[in-house]
Every structure is written in structure tokens, then in C-alpha cells.
């Protein structure tokens, strides 16, 4: 019912930005009307995934103490179904896939838990 697509992901030196973009859409005749929560999760290799940022009804967001100071969550309408991070300072550390996620989308079709997207590999070099 719902689709979440990440992009942006991509190779930059350390100490370069990139900026991901996570859209949510409805599928078919769906249409979102509104969502909670937009998450930013990462997982790097043999890591568990870690929360990275978040951004509310509100507009409040927070933010995984590693990356406070150098990514901010951002989103384009009072819906959050189109959020972005920007990311500075990157460092090989950041290095992970990262991923989109909603916590509650209450859509035409009634309300969907949890929907994840499939993910953008960012590389940060040394």
C-alpha cells in the first residue's frame, strides 16, 4: 500500500557531504494522508542497524550522538512523506546502507505499520 524510496547514496571522501532524499508514496489508488515519524536508520557490515535520525509531526527531531553536529533531518511538508539528511563531515565510520522508515502511515486505505525502504549504499573513503 505503501512505498518509501530512498536516493542519494553514493562514493565521497571523508570530510565531503551527501544529501539522501526518502519519498513516500501510495501504491496504486493509495494515497498517504499523513505520517508520524520518518526514521533514518544505517547498518554498516556485520553491524546491527542503528537509528540515525528522526523527524515528527511538529517538525521535532532527534539525533544518534554520533552524527549530532554534522546531519540534519529535514522534511518538505507538514505530511513528512518527503524527508531528507543532509550529511557533512562525513567520515569512513558513516560508511553503511541507509535506510528509510515510517512508523505510522495513515493512508485512504487505512493505516500502515512500520514500512521500510530498500536502502542507499553511502561509502565515505579515508
Known amino acids: 500500500q505503501v512505498e518509501l524510496v530512498e536516493s542519494g547514496g553514493g562514493l565521497v571522501q571523508a570530510g565531503g557531504s551527501l544529501r539522501l532524499s526518502c519519498v513516500a508514496s501510495?501504491?496504486?489508488?493509495?494515497?498517504?494522508?499523513?505520517?508520524?515519524?520518518m526514521n533514518w536508520y544505517r547498518q554498516a557490515p556485520g553491524k546491527e542497524r542503528e537509528l540515525v535520525a528522526v523527524?515528527?509531526?511538529?517538525?521535532?527531531?532527534?539525533y544518534a550522538d554520533s552524527v549530532k553536529g554534522r546531519f540534519t533531518i529535514s522534511r518538505d511538508n507538514d505530511k513528512n512523506t518527503v524527508v531528507h539528511l543532509q550529511m557533512n563531515s562525513l567520515k569512513p565510520e558513516d560508511t553503511a546502507v541507509y535506510y528509510c522508515n515510517a512508523d505510522r502511515v495513515a493512508t485512504n486505505r487505512g493505516v500502515v505499520q512500520d514500512p521500510w525502504g530498500q536502502g542507499t549504499q553511502v561509502t565515505v573513503s579515508s
Open positions: 501510495g501504491i496504486g489508488a493509495g494515497i498517504i494522508f499523513n505520517i508520524n515519524t
Open positions: 523527524i515528527g509531526n511538529g517538525g521535532y527531531t532527534s
